[in-house]
C-alpha cells in the first residue's frame, strides 16, 4: 500500500533487450510505453502482491538515450500522468553501461522534475553508479543477469519502502549504495570516548569498527622480485601530471581520463624548460622548477651511463590522478602496463603524490 | 612486473594493494624525488640514494604491502 493505504503504482524501465523485444540492434529505438509488465517486470509484479502493481512498462534504446534525453523524461512524464504513477523502477542493469547511465538519470529526473520516488539497481563497476553522487537510490548487484531472482525483490522491498514514505536508516543498512550525504545522529557517548575506546581495542589486537571506512583494501598478486640491477630496464609511470609545455593530449588538472607518453630521449635529466607538472591535488612549485624532483631522470640516466642498469625507458608514462574515477583510472593503468611491457621494461618507478 | 610506488603518503599506496612502497623521509609530499632546501649537487646526490633505494626494494620478495623507507 502507499501512503494514503492505496496501492502503489509502480512504472517499470527496461531497454529493448531485456522487454524482449530485441537486442543491440534495438538500442537506437526511441521511448514506448506499454501497459502493464514486461520481461523481468512480470516477476516484479508477482512479488509485489497486494502492495501494488507494476501499472506501466517504459522501453527505451539505450542509445538513443543519450542525446535524446528530454524526449525520453517527456515521456515518462506523460506516463506518469497518464498512469497516476506513485513509484519508478529502473533495470536492474547489471553491467550494462549506457543502460546503467539511462536508468541512473531516469530516476534522477523522476526525483527532481516530478517529485516522485524512484530507484534502481546495477553492479558496482558500472558507470551509472556516479548517479549517486545526485543522490539517487541505487541498489548494488552482481555482473550476471542470472542474478535477477535475488535482485528483484530487494528492488522491490526497497521501492516499497521509499513510496510508503517510511523512515530509511543508512546505506550499510538499507543496502543502497552511499550516497554521500551524512546526516547527524545523537549516540550515547562522545566522538572522544569513541575514539579512545577504538584504540584501546586496536592496541589491544580485538576487532574494532571504524566510523569512517575507506574503499575496500584491494589485493594485488606481489610479482617475483626483481633480479639484478644491471639487468634491469626501468621504466617511469607517474599520476602527478608530468607533461611537456603546451599539453598536447590536453591532461586535465582534475577528473582526468587521458594519459601521455613523453620522449626523453637523449635527454640527461628534464629540464623545466621543456616540461612541467598539472595536478590539482598538490602544489607543483617544487617540481615545475626542477622535474626531475618528481620523475627521477637524471639519476636514472646517470645509473643507465655507469651501468648500475641497462637502461631507462625513454618514454614517461604519465597521467593526473587528481580525483580520477576509479574506473577510468584502471583503464589508464592497464593500457599504460600494456605500452611499458611492450618497451621491454622489467622494473618499474611510480611517483606519486 | 615489478613496480614502486615512491610516495609520502604510504597509507594510501597501501590501501590500494601496491606490494612495494617507498617512502623517502626527507622529500615532502608534492616532490617525493626531491629536497629542495639542499643545495643543488646534495640534492641530486640524495635523489641517486632515493631511486637506488626504490630499485632495491624490488629486489626483495613480498606477500603483500611493504613499505620501504630511506
Known amino acids: ?353 | 612486473m615489478p613496480a614502486v610506488v615512491v610516495t609520502c603518503l604510504q597509507d594510501v599506496a597501501v590501501q590500494v594493494g601496491a606490494n612495494h612502497i617507498l617512502r623517502p623521509h626527507r622529500s615532502t609530499f608534492h616532490s617525493p624525488f626531491g629536497v629542495p632546501d639542499l643545495d643543488a649537487d646534495r640534492e641530486r646526490a640524495w635523489r641517486r640514494g632515493a631511486v637506488e633505494a626504490a630499485l632495491q626494494s624490488l629486489q626483495q620478495p613480498v606477500d603483500g604491502p611493504q613499505v620501504f623507507e630511506y
Open chain 1, 1 to 353: 500500500m502507499s501512503e494514503t493505504g492505496k496501492s502503489i503504482n509502480v512504472l517499470h524501465y527496461l531497454n529493448p533487450f531485456f522487454a524482449g523485444i530485441g537486442g543491440e540492434e534495438c538500442n537506437d529505438r526511441g521511448p514506448q510505453v506499454e501497459p502493464g509488465s514486461r520481461g523481468p517486470g512480470r516477476l516484479l509484479d508477482q512479488l509485489l502482491e497486494t502492495r501494488g502493481k507494476v501499472v506501466a512498462t517504459l522501453i527505451c534504446g539505450d542509445n538513443f538515450v543519450t542525446g535524446h534525453e528530454s524526449e525520453v523524461t517527456a515521456a515518462l512524464a506523460e506516463a506518469v500522468k497518464e498512469y497516476s504513477v506513485d513509484l519508478i523502477i529502473a533495470g536492474p542493469a547489471f553491467s550494462a553501461g549506457r543502460y546503467g547511465l539511462a536508468c541512473g538519470s531516469l530516476c534522477q529526473f523522476a526525483n527532481e522534475q516530478l517529485g516522485l520516488p524512484a530507484v534502481t539497481a546495477m553492479s558496482m563497476e558500472n558507470p551509472g553508479t556516479e548517479f549517486r553522487r545526485k543522490k539517487v537510490y541505487i541498489l548494488p548487484t552482481g555482473e550476471s543477469v542470472r542474478s535477477m531472482g535475488e535482485v528483484m525483490p530487494r528492488l522491490m522491498r526497497f521501492g516499497v519502502k521509499l513510496a510508503q514514505r517510511q523512515a530509511l536508516g543508512s546505506a550499510d543498512v538499507e543496502g543502497y549504495l552511499p550516497r554521500g550525504i551524512r546526516y547527524n545522529a545523537r549516540v550515547g557517548k562522545t566522538a572522544a570516548e569513541r575514539a579512545v575506546d577504538m584504540v584501546l581495542l586496536k592496541v589491544r589486537g580485538e576487532p574494532y569498527q571504524t566510523e569512517i571506512r575507506l574503499e575496500a583494501q584491494e589485493r594485488v598478486t606481489p610479482p617475483a622480485p626483481l633480479g639484478p640491477l644491471d639487468q634491469a630496464v626501468v621504466a617511469i609511470v607517474t599520476e602527478m601530471g608530468f607533461l611537456p609545455h603546451g599539453n598536447p593530449d590536453r591532461i586535465a588538472s582534475s577528473r582526468n581520463k587521458v594519459w601521455g607518453r613523453y620522449s626523453v630521449a637523449g635527454m640527461n635529466g628534464v629540464s623545466s624548460d621543456q616540461f612541467m607538472y598539472i595536478h590539482g591535488g598538490y602544489n607543483t612549485q617544487d617540481v615545475d622548477q626542477d622535474p626531475n624532483r618528481g620523475v627521477p631522470v637524471d639519476a636514472l640516466r646517470d645509473m643507465e651511463r655507469e651501468g648500475r642498469i641497462k637502461q631507462l625507458v625513454d618514454e614517461v608514462f604519465s597521467t593526473c590522478g587528481n580525483g580520477g574515477a576509479l574506473t577510468e583510472m584502471k583503464r589508464i593503468g592497464q593500457e599504460m602496463a600494456r605500452e611499458v611491457k611492450r618497451r621491454g621494461a622489467t622494473a618499474v618507478i611510480i611517483p606519486a603524490t
